[in-house]
């Protein structure tokens, strides 16, 4: 079954890059015709989705981050990126990939990481 | 941008009680509602899809309905692990938003 496993700097200084990758196991990133997200959940608050990229490179954001989100994808590494420049406190949260399932949802996720913004 | 509206924000219960969550879309969104329970410390799990279809591995107590802009989440017996938080999710939209979940606490 599709794992996946989210990996990256868990401080990032105000203002500087947020880049973060997910890595897919017991599966190709590139089959099954699939969209692969970000979202985003500040402590004790809700989730955000924040964009997503299909299985053909395409990519889809929130309108409220789209001027600062980039997602890409390393098929060689069977790997999804997220990259969110310029941030601020308000940014720190634990940062979950998800694969779309049946009806818009999401499943399956990572565990999460969390990265706090702060210098 | 489709809003999602879940009430209660929190509820209380026992063990074995039957409870019910209610999602509200500010539009129509046909059968695209998603329910999610999530453990302090833990990532969403997908409960049920679709409104009305069960996740598989999920027990049988967890249900879904509705369609349109008006959907339920209802656990028939509450069992312990079962207080946590849940939040419902609209798919109808590429930006596919959440509610603001509902905590259920152990009366």
């Known amino acids: 079954q599709v794992q996946l496993q989210e990996s990256g700097p868990g401080l990032v200084k105000p203002s500087q890059t947020l880049s973060l990758t997910c890595t897919v196991s017991g599966g190709s990133i590139n089959s099954g015709n699939y969209y692969w997200s970000w979202i985003r959940q500040p402590a004790g608050k809700g989730l955000e989705w924040i964009g997503r990229?299909?299985?053909?490179?395409?990519?889809n954001y929130n309108p409220s981050l789209k001027s600062r989100v980039s997602i890409s994808v390393d098929t060689s590494k069977n790997q999804f990126s997220l990259r969110l420049s310029s941030v601020t406190a308000a940014d720190t949260a634990v940062y979950y990939c998800?694969?779309?399932?049946?009806?818009?949802?999401?499943?399956?996720w990572g565990q999460g990481t969390l990265v706090t913004v702060s210098s | 941008d489709i809003q999602m509206t879940q009430s209660p924000s929190s509820l209380s219960a026992s063990v074995g009680d039957r409870v019910t969550i209610t999602c509200r879309a500010s539009?129509?969104?046909?059968?695209?509602l998603n329910w999610y329970q999530q453990r302090p410390g833990k990532a969403p799990n997908l409960l049920i899809y679709a409104a009305s279809s069960l996740q598989s591995g999920v027990p049988s107590r967890f249900s879904g309905s509705g369609s349109g802009t008006d959907f339920t989440l209802s656990v028939s017996s509450l069992q312990p692990e079962d207080f946590a938080t849940y939040y419902c999710q609209q798919g109808y939209s590429t930006l596919g938003t959440f509610g603001q979940g509902t905590k259920l606490e152990i009366k």
């Open positions: 998800a694969r779309h399932g049946p009806s818009g949802s999401y499943y399956p």
């Open positions: 539009q129509s969104i046909s059968n695209y």
């Open positions: 990229m299909y299985s053909t490179g395409s990519t």
